[in-house]
C-alpha cells in the first residue's frame, strides 16, 4: 500500500440521508511527524462541511477540539465534526496511520451522537470490536476503489455497518422480564402437581395466575422453546414411565393416573413420545426388574 490513499465520490447518492463524499487511509512518516503535518488544516473540512470518523490501526498521535487534547492510540477513533476547530497530528517518535471515511447529511450529528461521539466527547474505544472495524473500514477503501460504480453504495453500507456495531455495543443488554418469568415457573409447578386432573388445560392455568391465555401461551414458547400442550403432554408421559418403570402393568390405570381419560388415546400418544407403546414400555421394565432380581439373588 501507498502512504496515502483518497477516494472521491460523486454524492449523488438517493439511498439514503448519509452522503459520503471521501474516503481513505493515511501512514506517516518518521520526517512527516517531524514536521508536525496537521491534515485538518489542509484539507478544508470546515469549508465542505463535513463530518469524518478516523480509527487509528498503529502508532500513535494526538487531537485537539474546543480546547481540549487527546492523546490516541491504535484501537481507538476520533471524530471531526463541521464548524469545529480541531487539529491532530502524528506522534512524532510513533507516527500513527489511520483509516478515515467522510460524509454529510442532516442527521449526520445524530447518528455520531447514538454512536457514542460529540464535540465533547470526540473519542471513542473500540476494545473487542477492533477487528470487525478495521475490516470495514479497509474493505471500505478496497471495494470503492476496485468499483467506482457502486462505491458511494457500499460506503454508504460501511458507515451503517460501523453505526450498528457501536451502538449494539452501547446498547445493554436486555435483561429477562422477572415478572413473566416468574409466571412461567409458577405455571409449570402448577402443572406438576395437577397434571393427573384430565380437564387440566391452558385456560384452567392461566385463570389459577389470573392472567390471560394467550399471554402465558406466549411465556412457553418463549421461556421452554416448546408450546403449553406439548409440555403439559411430556410431563404426562414421563410420569407414565416413571410409573411403569416402578411396576405399574395395567395401561389404563397408567393412563387414569397421568390424566388421560381414553387409554387407547393415551397408548396412541405415548407411542408417539415416546417411540414405542405403553406395553412395550411395561415389557422392558419387566426386564430390567428381573435382570436385577436375578443379580441380586447371585450376590
Known amino acids: 500500500m501507498e502512504n496515502i490513499t483518497t477516494i472521491h465520490f460523486n454524492m449523488n ?5 448519509i452522503i459520503v463524499c471521501g474516503a481513505g487511509y493515511q501512514q506517516y512518516t518518521s520526517l ?9 488544516e489542509n484539507s478544508g473540512y470546515g469549508a465542505y462541511r463535513r463530518y469524518s470518523l478516523h480509527l487509528v490501526v498503529s502508532g500513535q498521535g494526538e487531537y485537539t477540539i474546543k480546547g ?16 469545529d476547530t480541531a487539529v491532530y497530528f502524528p506522534n512524532k517518535r510513533y507516527p500513527w496511520k489511520y483509516y478515515w471515511i467522510d460524509f454529510i447529511g442532516v442527521k449526520c450529528e445524530q447518528i455520531l451522537s447514538q454512536m457514542g461521539f460529540t464535540p465533547d466527547t470526540p473519542i471513542l474505544d473500540t476494545n473487542d470490536s477492533y477487528k470487525f472495524l478495521e475490516r470495514l473500514f479497509l474493505s471500505n477503501i478496497t471495494t470503492c476503489k476496485n468499483n467506482p460504480k457502486i462505491a458511494d453504495i457500499h460506503a454508504i ?43 387440566l388445560n391452558l385456560k384452567l392455568v392461566s385463570a389459577h395466575l389470573n392472567i390471560n391465555e ?28 416413571n410409573l411403569i418403570d ?12 397421568v390424566g388421560f381419560s381414553d387409554p387407547y388415546y393415551f397408548s396412541k400418544v405415548f407411542k408417539k413420545y415416546n417411540g414405542i407403546s405403553p406395553r412395550e414400555q411395561i415389557h422392558i421394565a419387566q426386564q430390567k426388574n428381573a435382570e436385577k432380581q436375578s443379580e441380586n439373588k447371585e450376590e
Open 157 to 199: 453500507s460501511t458507515i451503517l455497518q460501523i453505526y450498528c456495531e457501536l451502538v449494539k455495543k452501547k446498547t445493554p443488554a436486555l435483561q429477562p422480564d422477572k415478572k413473566a418469568d416468574g409466571y412461567a415457573k409458577k405455571a409449570m409447578a402448577y402443572i406438576q402437581k395437577n397434571y393427573p386432573n384430565p380437564n
Open 246 to 257: 416402578e411396576g405399574n402393568k395395567v395401561v389404563s390405570e397408567i393412563a387414569t393416573a
Open 68 to 83: 481540549k487534547t487527546y492523546y490516541l492510540k491504535k484501537g481507538q477513533m476520533f471524530a471531526l465534526f463541521p464548524n
Open 32 to 40: 512527516e511527524a517531524k514536521m508536525n503535518v496537521n491534515p485538518f
Open 13 to 17: 447518492s438517493l439511498i439514503s440521508d
Open 214 to 241: 394467550a399471554y402465558l401461551s406466549r411465556l412457553f414458547r418463549a421461556d421452554l422453546n416448546i408450546n403449553f400442550v406439548d409440555y403439559l403432554t411430556k410431563v404426562r408421559i414421563l410420569s407414565a414411565v
